[in-house]
């Protein structure tokens, strides 16, 4: 019984890749149009996109255009083309702009970025599109049935982004280059006013004064100590009961005995 099954399945796989080649090879247009019609609604997206190309040319600026286009566009997000389809479903939108399937294009669009995103330690160019893209959808839809799933989206991106950036920035640190920490730490906390990040991106930015003015040569050194006390003073003012509390106590004591000896070698 197993075996006739299989030869059963075997039999069916073979005559549907025939009747797709002879479709392909040797169907006229309207044969192809309905297998890839066929193909498209049992999920064989693939070989769906195939056929559709080929009938495309035949069918320009005729109604069965903006189905088709629709089509393609929809069969590359399923085969995990997002680029693609991005680009398809956007052209299907400007084309269209009166199609009733608008809002499910412009929802697909912006999931085609999203899809797209890579994790937060690579370039996020994509995260931007994507960014955007739900952006326009929520604009343009705020009541749709996607608008839940859409924000929580903008929020993962936005939360990827903002990680991303204080990694780059507590990324000088790390490699000892204290001037471009300051900077792009003060610039993260200006920029993402209620992140989580913020207590280690003030912090971080303490400990980079600190390590500056430490280093500094002499005659830079009393300025740099100065703009370290300012650091731990606004880090100290959001978070007084900080993790890092006692290791940023350490440094202080240290900043302020430094600060000391040198106003006593000045007044020698």
């Known amino acids: 019984m197993k075996n006739l099954v299989f030869l059963l399945f075997i039999t069916v796989l073979f005559t ?12 006229t247009i309207a044969d192809q149009y309905k297998m890839a019609e066929e193909l498209y609604e049992a999920g064989k997206y693939s070989k769906a996109i195939t056929l559709f190309e080929k009938v495309t040319p035949a069918f320009k600026g005729k109604p069965q255009m903006q189905r ?53 330690s690579l370039d996020q160019k994509d995260s931007q599109k994507a960014l955007t893209s739900l952006q326009v959808f929520l604009d343009r839809y705020p009541d749709s049935n996607n608008a839940k ?40 906390t200006t920029e993402y006013l209620g992140s989580k990040y913020k207590e280690d991106a003030l912090f971080y930015k303490f400990k980079a004064g600190y390590d500056l003015s430490l280093k500094s040569i002499f005659h830079k050194k009393e300025k740099r100590l100065n703009d370290a006390l300012k650091y731990h003073k606004r880090f100290i003012k959001y978070y007084p009961e900080s993790q890092y509390i006692e290791e940023s106590d350490a440094m202080l004591e240290r900043i302020n005995i430094t600060l000391e000896n040198m106003e006593l070698l000045n007044s020698k």
């Open 16 to 27: 549907s890749c025939s009747e797709y080649q002879k479709a392909l090879n040797k169907g």
């Open 68 to 120: 088709i286009q629709f089509m393609v566009a929809n069969s590359n997000f399923k085969t995990k083309s997002y680029e693609l389809a991005a680009y398809y479903f956007n052209r299907f939108i400007n084309n269209y702009p009166k199609s009733s399937k608008l809002e499910e294009a412009n929802f697909l669009v912006s999931q085609s970025y999203y899809k797209s995103s890579p994790v937060f």
């Open 149 to 188: 799933l859409v924000n929580s989206q903008y929020k993962e991106l936005t939360e990827k982004l903002e990680k991303k950036a204080f990694e780059i920035a507590k990324q000088y640190y790390k490699t000892e280059n204290y001037i471009a920490a300051i900077t792009a730490l003060g610039n993260f």
